[in-house]
């Protein structure tokens, strides 16, 4: 047994030499970190357009939901958002089920889901950054 001892010890002191060794290499995230910020380019500007808001809110008076500045001016009610403050953005109110004035948006459905609600929330929230 006294081979097997030797063999063993000699497996020790390898492990504990590479162990000794890997310290000195640069610590490696184990995971890359997700992005979980809103961007208004990749996030809220698709669902603007895909959700028939452009079609409606363009270039024909009112509210136009074409960039972050015209939101910000917003319609016959006020701003469409409120930096940081996605409670009193009207494009909030809008989009769930009781709007304080009008009609739900999109008008005439199908509406938004919590999730696709929730982004703009978060994004608002976040400052409504044009990102
Ligand atoms: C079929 C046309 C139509 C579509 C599509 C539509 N809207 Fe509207 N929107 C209107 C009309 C008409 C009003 C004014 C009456 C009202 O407030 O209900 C309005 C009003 C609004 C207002 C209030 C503006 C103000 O200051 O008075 C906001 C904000 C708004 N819409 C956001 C949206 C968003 C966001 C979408 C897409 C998810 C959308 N709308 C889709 C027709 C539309």
């Known amino acids: 047994m006294k081979l097997r001892s ?3 010890a000699a497996l020790l002191l390898t492990v504990f030499i590479i162990g000794c060794e890997d310290q000195g290499d640069p610590v490696t995230p184990p995971t890359t970190p997700v992005s979980t910020e809103v961007k208004f380019s990749s996030d809220i500007q698709p669902l603007l357009t895909d959700k028939g808001c452009v079609g409606c809110h363009g270039a024909n008076g009112g509210l136009s ?3 972050v500045a015209t939101l910000l001016t917003g319609g ?3 701003p469409a958002i409120v930096a940081g403050k996605a409670d009193s953005s009207n494009i909030v109110l809008k989009l769930r ?6 009609q739900r948006m999109p008008q005439g459905g199908p509406f938004l889901s919590a999730d696709e609600i ?3 929330e978060d994004w608002i929230n976040a ?3 044009n990102n």
């Open 6 to 8: 030797h063999f063993i």
């Open 65 to 67: 939901v074409a960039s």
């Open 76 to 78: 016959n009610n006020g």
């Open 97 to 102: 089920a009781t709007p304080p004035f009008g």
């Open 118 to 120: 929730k982004k703009f």
């Open 127 to 129: 400052g409504a950054k």
